[in-house]
């Protein structure tokens, strides 16, 4: 396998740069994609003066092989965590810490008790009449000892430290299964913005050993973050909410208007854009906010596609697991509701692809 033998311009001086190809060294190559993207900006190794960096680290709450929902083909996708938002409806609810948590499943509990003796704060009690087990969270400061004790799987961090090279390392694992399905890797989260160095560094990886890569993003990040990764990215998966500003900042907390003018600067650039409808029952499957979607698509007609994302409720049975407070719950939209939204999209002149 032929490394990309160059780099964009406009990353020489970052601290991004650093030596893939010392830390990850694939045992299989990727012919169907050996492209050095973009070459019109594009400088040999030998001009790259800059002295080496350490390795970008980041926070990662999950690596997902064999992902078909995430962008084109088989892909892995890697979970950063940390968001810019908190919506009323967030499917992964650990990616919006921007630290590991403890996940504590009760049901899977035996009642051992390995976990009481593990645990140097006197977190985890257990009533052995009756086998009760509660966790003090207050007193926890996710060290880990109890999780390496507990082989019922009732314990587990989510979230760990991990090194670029690492993370690729796991990526490239998979590459015979990118090759013969045109797959990649994807980044998502919580935002995986919010680490930008650590996004930036994945991506400029994985396009450096030749995979094509996708990007998951909200889009409530500074139009300097869209910049920076935008050489790297071979396709944008980007949310759309909600379309009235006072309800979008009711079920994200956060500002629509930078999430569309970030739209419209990536549209502008011509970059690849999926557009992601997060659709919850009673929130904003109303006819006004499909109006603004359709009023979107139409007005940048270099977009790739919409795909609807229905509700579902995983990230409501997460939250016992961390310990937060129950949120909202709606309806879980079943197939004939799906197609409503497809078919009333489509009376808007909206195609929905993937799905
Ligand atoms: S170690 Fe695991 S199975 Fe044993 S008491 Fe603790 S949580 Fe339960
Ligand atoms: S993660 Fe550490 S501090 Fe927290 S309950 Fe387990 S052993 Fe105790």
Redesign the pocket.
Known sequence: MQPCSGAPNSTLNSTAIWSYASVVTPTTSLDSHRKCRPKSSCVPNSTMSSPPQPEPRGRVFEIQRFSIHDGPGIRTTVFLQGCTLACLWCHNPEGGSSRPVLS?Q?D?????????S?CPEQA?H?DVETGT?T?DRDRCRVCGA??E???????EVVGRDMGVGEVLQDVLADIPFYETSDGGMTLSGGEPLAQLDFAAALLQGARHHGLHTALETCGSVPLAHLERILPWVDLFLYDIKESAPERHREFTGGDGAPIIANLRYLHGTGAAIRLRLPLIPTMNDRPDHLDGVAELVHELPGLEGVEIMPYHRLGTSKMSRFGWPQGPEFETPDDAMVEGWITALGQRGVTVRNR
């Open positions: 504590f009760p899977k509990c035996v009642a051992c008790g390995w976990c009481v593990a985890h257990l087990h966790l109890c999780t004790q507990c082989y019922s799987g009732a314990l």
